[in-house]
């Protein structure tokens, strides 16, 4: 069982937006803004796309964006693409004992 | 640009330790944290800790038991040993790269699949 709670899967259609949860505790989402968020298709290594919850590294789509309320983060993706589909991981900083948590995963899949 | 490789073996027997390295090009290995993160089929991503260059570690508690990690700045290469394995070690092992000051992982291996059984 992962630290942080994500939904299983998700579906959206192309064009629409989608929006996948992370819940996690006052201990690390609630407490650090140093949530991120990764991409992964399959057979490939995760991807950075949002880092201290809604900052974009260079290169990544504007379509993503993420925000943050309590101890529950999200990442929203518009403007669907089929090349969106793929696992979405949460992490979180979570202290110095404990240093990081990661999401169970979430499958998105473009209808 | 920062690029990652693991090397090790894909197989290892239940009780005995898994040695995995990662072969560090385009950065210095000084100027960053490395990590070792796993992921077992069909699960999420699990932190197993981090070194850095000046030998300081820190492990996941779940596994701190059995795990060391070490820098070779001669070699550009970072390891990873875990000790007494069991079928629930095997999963894909990634090394990744997080920069001083920076809480997130911004360079990724492409991973390596380690499986323990007899």
């Known amino acids: 069982q992962s630290a942080l709670t994500q939904p299983a899967s998700v579906s959206g259609s192309p064009g629409q937006s989608s929006t996948i949860s992370c819940t996690g505790t006052s201990s690390d989402v609630g407490r650090y803004d140093l949530v991120s968020w990764y991409q992964q298709h399959p057979g490939k290594a995760p991807k950075l796309i949002i880092y201290e919850e809604n900052k974009r590294p260079s290169g990544v789509s504007n379509r993503f964006s993420g925000s943050k309320s309590g101890n529950t983060a999200s990442l929203t993706i518009s403007g669907l693409q089929a090349e969106d589909e793929a696992d979405y991981y949460c992490?979180?900083?979570?202290?110095?004992?404990?240093?990081?948590?990661f999401g169970g995963g979430t499958k998105l899949t473009v209808l | 640009q920062v690029q990652l490789q693991e090397s090790g073996p894909g197989l290892v027997k239940p009780s005995e330790t898994l040695s995995l390295t990662c072969t560090v090009s385009g950065a210095s290995i000084s100027n960053y944290y490395w990590t070792w993160i796993r992921q077992s089929a069909g699960k999420g991503l699990e932190w197993i800790g981090r070194?850095?260059?000046?030998?300081?570690?820190k492990y996941n508690p779940s596994l701190k038991s059995r795990v060391t990690m070490s820098v070779d700045t001669s070699k550009n290469q970072f390891s990873l040993r875990l000790t007494s394995v069991t079928a629930a070690d095997t999963a894909v092992y990634y090394c990744?790269?997080?920069?001083?000051?920076?809480?997130?992982?911004?360079?990724w291996g492409q991973g390596t699949l380690v499986t323990v059984s007899s």
């Open positions: 070194g850095y260059s000046s030998g300081s570690t």
């Open positions: 990744a790269a997080r920069r001083q000051g920076a809480y997130y992982f911004d360079y």
């Open positions: 992490c979180s900083y979570a202290g110095s004992s404990t240093s990081w948590v």
